[in-house]
């Protein structure tokens, strides 16, 4: 079908800003029915798995406070986890989702209840599968407001609007990812980047593949933005308006104003954007960001912030986006993030540290006789290549199982060497295994996420399960600790669950291990995870009475 641009716009839906939450703390309850259904984007229909059928899936809303419980019901093929990003989950690693970590995976044809409660924070998080690569499309928005009466320490937006930004693949995704690993090459890269499931009109589409939201003129809206793609960091921007950058994660930061954000996969950004332009149609545009030395992905989603009373035949504007490349914009934003630090929401960042932890992050090469040029892809954290369990390890370490993990990761790369220095084609001794970091309870930790040049320097965006940390410091280079600890900010860094470390560069955070259970650390680009940049840490019971891991729940999936 020939492309027009016109076509795309004229038909695009208007979806309405959300004003509406529950009254008061409860119990929040959904049914997740994750089933497999026919959706078009850039071609035919082509089965995707869903969660209610929907793409983005439904968003939860909930309050601090709440207790939600979400019954997720696998009638897809596939076996399947979810994970809720970012919530803590405070002794209660059962309800965090990684398949193989906290629990085996819900079956084809079975339930799980994930039964959590929200402590302490509020803002924009999201849910993900967490196994294999179906987070691609079996993803969505969780939107926690503050405890009733509680305002924003920000003005009263008018209205709001969630933003999900992801990937869409023309091709099975698992297929390709079995055609990639066989032949020792990353799987194709995805076909279109979308806003809301919807690519946009720079892409050949039909009717209904641009997001809308409406706005009025001289009024505030809170777009909440969340990076679900699976492989990409992108740039944010919408023609001819700034942003306020207001929250991070779920927590509150300083304010300020930019012309465009960066997200990494897994992060989550609020932004208060004013209608002060001329009353007209406006794209609001996503794109990666790219600065190694790699295939570069030149893809432009878009959606379009329309004034209301504007008719739809108006053709929108296009922002100007930083270059893909643009280092210098991305050093400029990390910098301005700043946590709100105050009496009501301070930066509790730990001073005196009891674990000191330095990780190198890099991707390898190993020999595969069955693969493409004899070789596949790999990637390890200290020289150690992550092998999962094939059981859940919180059931294995609460139970006392043996033979399933050992205690022994590194804190340090066994043999230290120029990092980011000239290219490297050897693994440098990279070992496989199932090895965990013990930590104890309330310990205060500082890790240092160091890039290499093992194969090539690449950015990683870092997850973090179970916790919220500090990024104290970033560079590019190698760390060195003997100039960089005196730049590092312990007055009010941002505070986040995931963070990006840069390209050739090095990524410092602190937290405080008082959360006990076990924890998934990985880069959240799904390629990456895959090749076995992931690790976990085992964070020991504390004295008290709340300070141990909660049984399992009855419904705990089995292996």
Known sequence: MAFSLFSCLLFASVVTMISSFAAEAAIK????????????????????????????????????????VVNVTNH????????????????????DG??????????SGNSYSYDFNVTGQRGTLWWHAHILWLRATVHGAIVIMPKQGVPFPFPQPHGESVLVLGEWW??????????????GLPPNMSDAHTINGKPGPLFPCSDKHTFV???EWGKTYLLRIVNAALNDELFFAIAGHNMTVVEIDAVYCKPFTTSAILITPGQTTNVLVTANQAPGRYFMAARDFNDAPIPVDNKTATAILQYKGVPDTVIPVLPQLPAQNDTSFVDTYSNSLRSLNTPQFPANVPLTIDRHLFFTVGLGRDPCPTCLNSTKLTASINNVTFVMPKIGLLQAHYFNINGVFKLDFPDKPPAPFNYTGAPLTANLGTSLGTRLSKLAFNSTVELVLQDTNLLTVESHPFHLHGFNFFVVGRGVGN???????AKFNLVDPPERNTVGV???????IRFRADNPGVWFMHCHLELHTMWGLKMAFVVENGNGPDQSI????NDLPPC
Do not use: M
């Open 479 to 485: 760390f060195d600790p003997a100039k960089d600890l």
């Open 502 to 508: 840069p390209t050739g560069g090095w990524t410092a």
């Open 550 to 553: 909660l049984p399992p729940p």
């Open 76 to 95: 897809a093929q596939y076996n399947l986890s979810i994970h809720w990003h970012g919530l803590k989950q405070f002794r209660n690693g059962w309800a």
């Open 29 to 68: 309850k959904y049914q997740f029915d994750v089933v497999v259904k026919n959706v078009s984007r850039l071609s035919h229909p082509k089965p995707i798995v869903t969660v209610n059928g929907r793409f983005p899936g439904p968003t939860i809303y909930a309050r601090e406070g709440d207790r939600v």
């Open 170 to 183: 023309n091709s099975d995704v698992e297929e390709l990812v079995k055609q990639g690993n066989a032949l």
């Open 213 to 215: 939201t409406e706005v």
């Open 98 to 107: 990684p398949a193989y970590i906290t629990q085996c995976p819900i079956q």
